[in-house]
């Protein structure tokens, strides 16, 4: 199994800031994957980050918006550039162990 | 475009009968199917994955699959308040081996009434 911490939990920001949320594992991975969760809507898949190699982003999603870093193998961090009120989210930090995929907790960004 | 469609509920069943949560998913090529389920203001949890066609039990819930039809189901017997929650049907999108890679449903809210 592993277990996935995410700071922060939860956090309220101003339009045209960027946050930045951290991810740590309790075991080495190769991959993480970063998912957002819209009010409403289903998980999407934001990125996979590696480590030692640029992040690999999914349609619609761009570096410039969500900066990754994958500086070891127990975490990862993802940044939220410029944000506007639809940035307004849950973002999931995921690992894949064998054929399981676990998630943090998330991060509950609400842009003001 | 990959897309994996769910009934979005609300699902009202009585305590004690067979909540049925339905998935459809448009890629043919998909190989791994998950089923998550999400308390209101907390994150998904796995509570089954399925691989191949047939069905698959798992203390009180059951997962189906059937590839021809591109149907995945879960049942859950003996439905209990705390089964009342937001069932995410998730497909593998990624055919080089990404476990991580998943294709979400909207979810179906699932209530069980005492």
């Known amino acids: 199994s592993a277990v996935i911490s995410q700071k922060p939990s939860r956090d309220i920001c101003q339009r045209g800031t960027s946050l930045t949320i951290q991810c740590q594992v309790d075991s080495q991975v190769t991959m993480m994957f970063w998912y957002r969760q819209q009010p409403g809507q289903s998980l999407t898949l934001i990125a996979t980050a590696n480590q030692g190699s640029e992040a690999t982003y999914e349609s619609g999603f761009v570096i410039d918006k969500f900066p990754i870093s994958r500086p070891n193998l127990t975490f990862s961090t993802l940044t939220v550039s410029n944000m506007s009120p639809e940035d307004s989210s849950i973002y999931l930090c995921?690992?894949?162990?064998?054929?399981?995929?676990?998630f943090g907790e998330g991060s509950w960004l609400t842009v003001v | 475009q990959k897309e994996v469609e769910q009934n979005s509920g609300p699902l009202s069943v009585p305590e004690g009968a067979i909540a049925s949560l339905n998935c459809t998913y448009s890629d043919r090529g998909s190989q791994s199917f998950f089923w998550y389920r999400q308390y209101s203001g907390k994150s998904p949890e796995l509570i089954m994955s399925?691989?191949?066609?047939g069905d698959k039990e798992d203390g009180r819930f059951t997962a189906q699959l059937n590839k021809a039809s591109q149907y995945v189901s879960l049942l859950i017997r003996d439905s209990q308040p705390s089964d009342s929650a937001t069932y995410l049907c998730a497909v593998n999108g990624d055919y080089g081996g990404s476990q991580g890679n998943l294709i979400f449903g909207k979810g179906t809210k699932l209530s069980v009434k005492p």
């Open positions: 995921s690992v894949a162990v064998g054929n399981t995929i676990y």
């Open positions: 399925i691989y191949s066609n």
